[in-house]
């Protein structure tokens, strides 16, 4: 299991209801309903893992995040997860105040564009970074709006999201980000972790 | 319509109040059933046939001799797998394959019903069937399957009984007829009452059948179940055992020999008001409505598992309108998946070999029903 998926799941609170946004195969979604007998759907937007998750027997609704979200009501989840999948939208600021509408709690995952490795391909090689979590050429990228994970603190401070856990991942090292250390996790870090809250 | 031996039915006696205020009662509901009824009797699936269907969903229909209408997707092994399930299907009231319908005769009057039968609904189509798990002591079905106009009869059926099914399947139907599918029934309709032969309905009486309406009604209905693409790809301009054109009115294209074939056929099995009755059961047909506008007060009182499925070149349901029940159920937190299934056969896709449909339907179910 991906050591992003235990930090996302020991967030979770048992028997809680969760919605995953962009939930691929349903990976994480099995793991939760594993670790912690969650309640949980997924929207995917990808025929082909949609099978794969009816094939899981996941509750799972074909949908564009940025369009689907609305049909939820307030506040009808626990935790709306998003894993690594907010680069990938028009409008990541409109899908995540979707996100904190339909969830009490929103967690957010974002591959950090700040990390020393991706800062380094860029000084030295002077072309997109291509990484393993960033693995697209800048020509065929789902990925339009990447961020450090400086920029999202930065962003959520601007908006009044309030950050109540804020975790850094390097290979498979956990660490908080906090106020004293951002610059060191933003330089660090491959993933940011984000639980989040209005 | 001769070969009736191999139709089971069910006498209910008890009265039915149907929409329009009639009450009837011991009216005949034909049903057929696949596959057994296990000890614990959770294994029963309720199939709701479309407009032309009947309660013969695979196998060998012994009245047309032809395959029954859901043979890719019911059957051992298939989708809803009859080693598994139990699989029961009724003829709709207003049909003409066994069931109370307009060329039944009016206990009263001894005379053939025809346009003196009462209008019926959707609404009276599931109360009716609702009969037959009082009949197999059913007290909860496993799951409430049906595409199109059976997709309705699946929303309706739930919405009336919200505790008798585990699992509810809506395919390629609508909460509310739209416009459009009203025009093209009534395109229907206008075409068989246009045939001399219909006699406004007292055809029997008069030992005429209004065939060409009917067959033109079919034919016209016929091209809203495929998609353009799908006829371009299947017919394109291809000419119909000839070298050029006749220039004439001959069937010259291979469409054109097609559709009239469909027509003549569809005439050999199905009655002309029937075709009236349900085509108008359909139109009548408003979920939101009933509901005052609020589709999710249907679903409120259901704890069932929903999987709505949409085709993508369904343009007589098309995926908007599913979405919407799935909208609908997720405004309330009910338990819905919802997939569109990529397909160029247009609405019928749903009864034709598409495989991601039939193994999305397969998965569904038989992951269901191991769950508690």
Known sequence: MKQEFKIISDLINENSHVLDVGCGDGILMEYLVKEKKVNIRGIEISKTKVQNCIAKGLTIIEGNAEEDLKQFPDKSFDYVVLSQTLQAFLNPEKVINELLRIGKQAIVTIPNFGYWKIRLHLLLKGTMPVTRTLPNEWYNTPNIHLCTIKDFVYFSKDKNFKLSKSIALRSNQLSYIKDGNLNLKNLSSNLGIFLIER | ?372
């Not at chain 2, 929303?155 to 509810?168: A, E, G």
């Not at chain 2, 409120?300 to 609908?328: C, G, H, M, R």
Request: hydrophobic share 40%.
């Open chain 2, 1 to 372: 319509m001769n070969t009736k031996d191999n139709i089971k039915t069910l006498v209910i006696e008890k009265p039915l109040k149907l929409d329009c205020g009639q009450t009837i009662n011991n009216f005949p509901l034909a049903y057929e059933t696949y596959g057994s009824l296990n000890k614990d009797k959770d294994n029963a699936i309720l199939v709701f046939h479309a407009l032309t269907g009947d309660q013969f969903v695979t196998g060998t229909n012994p009245v047309t001799k032809k395959d029954g209408w859901w043979s890719y997707a019911v059957g051992p092994n298939k989708s809803i797998d009859t080693n598994k399930y139990f699989v029961i299907c009724a003829n709709v009231i207003g049909g003409c394959m066994g069931s109370f319908g307009p060329s039944h005769k009016n206990p009263e009057t001894q005379k053939i019903y025809g346009t003196d039968f009462p209008v019926i609904t959707i609404n009276d189509m599931v109360n009716a069937q609702i009969n037959l798990l009082d009949f197999f002591g059913i007290k909860k079905l496993f799951s409430v399957v049906g595409g199109s106009m059976g997709g309705m009869q699946v929303l309706q059926f739930i919405s009336n009984f919200p505790d008798k099914s585990k699992t509810v399947i809506p395919i390629a139907c609508t909460s509310s007829h739209s416009a459009q599918n009203i025009a093209f029934n009534e395109l229907g309709r206008q075409a068989i009452a246009a045939d001399h032969n219909w006699k406004e309905g007292k055809y029997t009486l008069q030992n005429t059948v209004p065939d060409k309406g009917l067959a033109v009604a079919r034919m016209a209905a016929h091209i809203t179940y495929l998609s353009k693409k799908g006829l371009q790809e299947k017919f394109g301009r291809k000419l119909q055992e000839r070298d050029d054109l006749k220039f004439g009115f001959d069937a010259d294209f291979q469409i054109e020999s097609y559709l009239r074939y469909q027509g003549s056929v569809f005439v050999d099995r199905f009655d002309a008001n029937s075709y009236l009755y349900i085509t108008r059961a359909m139109d009548y047909f408003d979920l939101v409505k009933q509901n005052n506008g609020n589709l999710s007060n249907a679903f409120k009182n259901t704890k069932a598992k929903f999987f709505v499925i949409s085709f993508t070149s369904d343009w007589l349901y098309p995926t908007q309108e599913n979405k919407d029940i799935v909208i609908a159920l997720n405004a309330i937190g009910a338990n819905v998946g919802f997939v569109e299934i990529k397909s160029d056969k247009g609405h019928d896709s749903f009864l034709l070999d598409v495989p991601d449909f039939l193994k999305a339907l397969k998965n569904f179910l038989d992951k269901s029903y191991l769950e508690e």
